[in-house]
């Protein structure tokens, strides 16, 4: 069962979630919160799977919950989504970088909405289409920065390998046939070298790949 978290100031998209949520058998809502400190603390009593966080809300805004969330070892366990109403801005990429799992636009249609959720919640990337083509578009625009790269070189030929494949959206099943290695295989060597390079999750690990040069737009890497 994926339990989740709502937190987001607007009641009627709150209701239209849920509504959701709850017709599937693998899911449930187990709070829901109108800004983002009470989401934090209803994160705290109910450790949910998932917390879908708007980015802009009263009180404390999603960038500040995702930072306080990953800061918390005790909630080692939630993975923030972020809802937006908006493309990529520094406002959101900030959020991504500070350990949200991924974001979702909030006019996702239902049956997207629902496989995101199933994404998030097995530990895989979740970037919304549209998110991820203006993520890219920023790194053409960008040099990478070496400097994001600390631990790089603690990484085995297969770690980084698997760190590429991550960064082009496989997921382990996807990296397990093009590494010609089991799946178990292929998810050891991603959950390593996050744990070398100090990312929280999948989507940080992207962030990393493609700030320190190790992937680029272009398709080198």
Same mark, same amino acid.
């Given at each position: 069962?994926?339990?989740?978290?709502?937190?987001?100031?607007?009641?009627?998209?709150?209701?239209?979630?849920?509504?959701?949520?709850?017709? /599937? !058998?693998?899911?449930?809502? %187990?709070?829901? #919160?109108?800004? +983002?400190?009470?989401? =934090? $603390?209803?994160?705290? @009593?109910?450790?949910?799977?998932?917390?879908?966080?708007?980015?802009?809300?009263?009180?404390?805004?999603?960038?500040?919950?995702?930072?306080?969330?990953?800061?918390?070892?005790?909630?080692?366990?939630?993975?923030?989504?972020?809802?937006?109403?908006?493309?990529?801005?520094?406002?959101?990429?900030?959020?991504?970088?500070?350990?949200?799992?991924?974001?979702?636009?909030?006019?996702?249609?239902? /049956? !997207?909405?629902?496989?995101? %959720?199933?994404? #998030?919640?097995? +530990?895989?990337?979740? =970037? $919304?289409?549209?998110? @991820?083509?203006?993520?890219?578009?920023?790194?053409?625009?960008?040099?990478?920065?070496?400097?994001?790269?600390?631990?790089?070189?603690?990484?085995?030929?297969?770690?980084?390998?698997?760190?590429?494949?991550?960064?082009?959206?496989?997921?382990?099943?996807?990296?397990?046939?093009?590494?010609?290695?089991?799946?178990?295989?292929?998810?050891?060597?991603?959950?390593?070298?996050?744990?070398?390079?100090?990312?929280?999750?999948?989507?940080?690990?992207?962030?990393?790949?493609?700030?320190?040069? =190790?992937?680029?737009?272009?398709?080198?890497?």
């Amino acid at each position: 069962m994926i339990r989740v978290l709502l937190v987001d100031d607007q009641p009627l998209l709150r209701s239209g979630f849920r509504a959701l949520l709850d017709l /599937e !058998d693998d899911m449930e809502v %187990v709070a829901e #919160a109108g800004d +983002g400190l009470e989401g =934090l $603390a209803l994160a705290r @009593t109910h450790l949910p799977d998932i917390a879908l966080v708007d980015i802009q809300m009263p009180v404390l805004d999603g960038l500040e919950v995702t930072r306080r969330v990953a800061a918390d070892p005790a909630l080692a366990g939630v993975r923030v989504v972020i809802l937006t109403n908006y493309g990529l801005d520094d406002y959101v990429f900030e959020a991504l970088r500070a350990g949200a799992a991924g974001f979702l636009v909030k006019d996702i249609v239902p /049956e !997207d909405f629902l496989h995101a %959720v199933r994404v #998030a919640a097995r +530990g895989d990337a979740l =970037l $919304a289409p549209s998110i @991820t083509r203006k993520l890219i578009a920023r790194y053409v625009t960008e040099p990478p920065d070496p400097g994001n790269g600390a631990g790089l070189e603690t990484l085995t030929n297969r770690e980084r390998e698997a760190v590429v494949l991550v960064a082009r959206g496989l997921a382990n099943d996807e990296i397990a046939v093009r590494m010609e290695i089991a799946p178990l295989t292929a998810k050891t060597h991603v959950n390593r070298a996050m744990t070398k390079l100090g990312a929280r999750d999948r989507a940080q690990l992207v962030v990393l790949a493609y700030e320190s040069g =190790l992937v680029t737009p272009r398709g080198g890497g």
